[in-house]
């Protein structure tokens, strides 16, 4: 069944995502190529429901929210296929028709997306549906089993999209919600906001603040624990430039980011961030000269938050080029840049156009888009409200800083060809070799999920990609990547179903050899188990695991059985097929018959993972094994011991024979031709000696009678052994002597 699945699935529903290699980075092929398979994942999909873009993790709860249209899910977190609550949230008649009548289309736009899910404090949930183009938030309650809304229908204007396709984002902070959206019927009016618990309060609606933006991603940095600094809330986002001189309009990747602590000032900037500060986000790929732009990000924290990284994949723009990459970008270093660095500031250019150029003059104290820190406290300032006008003014117009920030290494940890990068997660394990390794989890557009892991150090770069998984037809994007630690599991959403697929699928490895190659930190050899386990495993175990060389030589000398040969049986003429498929990309092929490297010849047609003899014939039978070839391991893969079929060869060897016969008879016809040309030519020979001593003796014109002579004397002596010399002495003296 499954391979009647992917092999329709290759040749119609995947253009698997080519293994393609760019110019940048390394080895960017992935090492394994998983075919679409049911069987990749678990699958959830309720007939009838759509748009499964929405997800929450309650591991505390042991459940996975999943907000799709017009219902939310309660699904086990451990099998996803068992759904264990639902709440409908459908779009009431009279909204749906005051939509339809605003002229968008009553089956698609005025339904209730949910679009916002955050796990509040007290273990509620908190839910916002674009209702018809009238967002709207409500409290979500799970208990004795079932999902319940409280129905307090909050107005959702700022914090959930009017449209379903417009980007948004938000994260809930302490009782807050941070929201970036927009908060008009037509999409037009930009806001990052705070809302719910204290005074809300939001973003200038200005284009120096916020240029036509596409929201991606929002998240905040956890303040770390002896820290007196306010913890901050970072923003990223493609907007329009207005720092550059393009032809049209230029977007551009940004990240901003406010202060928790911020509630708007006294008189300037009432109820608008006074900590709002933006900067260009580089991701530098050579092959484009356009700015990459941001797409997801996933904010990873080291345990002890001491520090923090967030990664951003980004795709280019305009189809500048088809490379997807992975930045990532640490944040004390962005929080330099804001705390630090120098701002840009508008000056005209004759009498209407604008330019934005390094603002060079003295900066007020308190610094303008700063938290309130030590500093300001020692200044008698204890909140926003307190800082001079000076300062806000400052921040109103010039939230926009004049340095770049750039990735960790200034380059990107990974460029690779293919479908575009959609989504990504990044999880942390420890390796058998004691060092921690962040895995990324990348989704595609092209339905795939590759996991890649960065083996280099500070110095040098060596991104290798353990796998990627077509997990959905290539048609379906994956829209939705989160990844629970207490199932070991990703949790992947396109817009027709969602897929749980775990981190790692060690048992894909047959062999001590596979599991060490795979390179895979979540993936060691169990030797007594002869297993390839997925880490952590029982202390007892002895485990083996080289992931910085894929080094095997560890491994115990083959338990692993040798393929047996198969027979394959052939009729003569026919194309004969012998597949072996290699464990992976990397691995070279190289096939051997009767032991002997199979000579080169026009009828083989060596393919990635079959051995095909065109019009095969009996000279072809012999034991075949196909050889892989990787990291200097060798290993058997396969073994055919090809023969013809009877009835070919017994007519084979009826045509051998006739044509032996043939050939036989054509030797001794040759034989013969050879011995009369020979005698002829001893004749001749004897002859023409004969002649010439007659000739010697003076009677050239009796040539032609003493011809017969010499064969007389030759059928007299033809028992004789004697050397022609002999002979001919003999025949001479004979010949004398008559
Ligand atoms: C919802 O899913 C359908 C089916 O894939 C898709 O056509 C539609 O664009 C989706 N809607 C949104 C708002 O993404
Ligand atoms: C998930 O649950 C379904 C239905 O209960 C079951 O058939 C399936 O085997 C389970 N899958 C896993 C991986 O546990
Ligand atoms: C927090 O404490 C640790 C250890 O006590 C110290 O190394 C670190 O620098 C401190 N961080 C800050 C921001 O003060
Ligand atoms: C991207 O790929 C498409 C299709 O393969 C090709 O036509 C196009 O030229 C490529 N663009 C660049 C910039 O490489
Ligand atoms: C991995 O193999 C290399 C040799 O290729 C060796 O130097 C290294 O110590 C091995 N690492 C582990 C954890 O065994």
């Not at 229908?153 to 417009?166: A, I, V």
């Amino acid at each position: 069944m499954n391979t009647v699945l992917s092999a329709v699935c290759l040749s119609v529903l995947c253009v698997p995502c080519p293994a393609q290699a760019s110019g940048q980075a390394g080895p960017v092929v992935p090492r394994q190529t998983v075919t679409y398979d049911e069987s990749n994942g678990v699958v959830f999909r309720e007939k009838d429901v759509w748009n499964y873009t929405t997800m929450l993790l309650r591991e505390d709860l042991g459940l996975l929210i999943l907000g799709a249209r017009g219902v939310i899910f309660g699904l086990d977190i451990n099998n996803i296929s068992r759904k264990k609550a639902s709440v409908n949230w459908a779009v009431k008649e009279e909204k749906k028709k005051e939509c339809t009548y605003k002229g968008k289309s009553s089956e698609i736009e005025c339904e209730n997306y949910i679009r916002v899910l955050h796990e509040t404090e007290d273990g509620r949930m908190y839910v916002c549906g674009t209702n018809a183009f009238s967002p709207t938030c409500d409290y979500l309650t799970y208990s004795d089993g079932k999902l319940t809304l409280t129905n307090t229908e909050e107005d959702g204007k700022g914090k959930c999209p009017f449209d379903p396709f417009q980007r948004h984002s938000s994260v809930w902070l302490d009782g807050e919600l941070y929201s970036a959206t927009s908060m008009n019927f037509l999409g037009s009016e930009p806001v990052v906001m705070r809302s719910i618990h204290r005074e809300t309060i939001r973003t200038e609606f200005k284009t120096s603040w916020l240029n036509e933006p596409t929201f991606v991603h929002m998240n905040n940095v956890p303040a770390s624990k002896n820290s007196s600094e306010d913890e901050k809330v970072y923003l990223f986002f493609n907007e329009f430039a207005v720092e550059y001189d393009f032809y049209s309009k230029l977007p551009v990747s940004r990240v901003a980011r406010v202060c928790k602590g911020d509630v708007g000032g006294q008189r300037t900037l009432q109820r608008k961030w006074t900590t709002f500060m933006k900067a260009l986000l580089k991701c530098p790929v050579m092959e484009s000269q356009l700015p990459y732009l941001v797409q997801d990000v996933f904010r990873w924290c080291r345990d002890d938050l001491s520090s923090c990284i967030f990664y951003a994949v980004f795709t280019p723009q305009m189809g500048s080029s088809n490379s997807s990459a992975v930045c990532a970008y640490d944040t004390q270093n962005i929080e330099e840049v804001f705390s630090k660095g120098k701002f840009k500031t508008p000056a005209s250019v004759g009498n209407s156009f604008v330019k934005w150029v390094m603002y060079t003059d003295e900066i007020p104290t308190p610094r303008p888009g700063a938290c309130i820190n030590e500093e300001a406290r020692n200044m008698n300032i204890k909140s926003s409200m307190d800082l001079p006008d000076k300062t806000l003014q400052f921040i109103r117009d010039r939230p926009l800083m004049d340095q770049t920030i750039e990735p960790l290494y200034s380059r990107p940890v990974l460029v690779k060809k293919g479908p575009a990068f959609t989504r990504i997660v990044v999880d942390s394990i420890t390796a058998l070799d004691g060092s921690s390794y962040q895995v990324m989890f990348i989704g595609t557009e092209s339905g795939c999920v590759l996991k890649a892991v960065d083996y280099g150090d500070q110095n040098s770069e060596e991104m290798f990609i353990i796998e990627e998984v077509q997990l959905f037809p290539s048609f379906e994007p994956i829209k939705t990547l989160r990844l629970a630690v207490s199932t070991g599991c990703l949790y992947v959403g396109s817009e027709l179903k969602l897929v749980q697929m775990p981190l790692s699928a060690c048992q894909r490895y047959p062999s001590c050899v596979d599991c060490v190659l795979a390179r895979d930190p979540y993936c060691a050899w169990d030797v007594t188990a002869e297993q390839c386990i997925r880490l952590p495993a029982s202390a007892s175990s002895e485990l083996i695991q080289n992931v910085t060389d894929g080094n095997p030589f560890q491994c115990p000398v083959s338990a692993r059985e040798a393929p047996q040969a198969k027979d394959l049986i052939f009729i003569e003429d026919a194309d004969v097929h012998m597949p072996c498929q290699p464990s992976s990309n990397f691995a070279q092929l190289d096939w051997q018959r009767n032991g002997e490297p199979l000579p080169p010849s026009e009828r083989h047609r060596l393919l990635r993972n079959v051995l095909v003899i065109g019009r095969a014939s009996e000279e072809d039978s012999g034991l075949y094994s196909c050889w892989s070839t990787e990291q200097d391991v060798r290993i058997l893969l396969a073994m055919y011991e090809l023969k013809m079929d009877d009835y070919s060869r017994s007519a084979y060897h009826e045509r051998q024979f006739q044509k032996s016969s043939l050939e036989t008879l054509k030797v001794m016809v040759g034989l013969l031709t050879i011995l009369v040309f020979v005698l002829s030519g001893w004749i001749f020979y004897k002859g023409y000696c004969g002649c010439l001593r007659q000739s010697r003796s003076g009677d050239p014109a009796q040539h032609e009678g003493r011809m017969f002579k010499p064969l007389r004397v030759l059928q007299h002596r033809t028992g004789k052994q004697t050397t022609p010399l002999e002979n001919q002495n003999n025949s001479h003296t004979r010949h004398e002597e008559e």
